[in-house]
């Protein structure tokens, strides 16, 4: 093969572990399922709800923090379980942070959610 078919088979096989990657964390984590279902919850409310331009960017941003915070938050989990298969206090410090991480992810997420839903909401409510 020629280095430009090999260099697209390694960019090819990146993807192709990158969405292995994306499933095992669907597959094995809770919260990660519920950020999703939230997330299909959102996007069609957004939707529905005409957002504007700005407001889809903000959601799409805090979507995408929650997302790679919980990712992050997988593999710190693997990666400290590998290296500390016994209980440590380090190793739960660490596991505790990127919780923690993911939580304020998730808390930042809410509360622009909140911004751009609760007036529309209130005023649908209102009538």
Known sequence: ??????KCHKRIQSFRYA????????RTQANMR???????VVLP???LLN????????????????LCSEAFNTALE????LVSPHQ???AGKAKDAAA??????????AVVGGIIFLPRIFRFLAG
């Open 1 to 6: 093969m020629n280095r430009v078919v090999m």
């Open 19 to 26: 969405f292995q990657g994306l499933a095992d964390a669907i």
């Open 34 to 40: 519920i950020h999703l279902a939230a997330t299909a």
């Open 45 to 47: 409310l957004a939707w």
């Open 51 to 66: 957002v504007s331009a700005g407001e889809w960017l903000a959601l799409i941003l805090v979507i995408g923090l929650v």
């Open 78 to 81: 693997y990666l400290t379980d």
């Open 88 to 90: 440590h206090p380090l």
């Open 100 to 109: 923690a991480a993911v939580m304020l992810a998730a808390f930042t997420a």
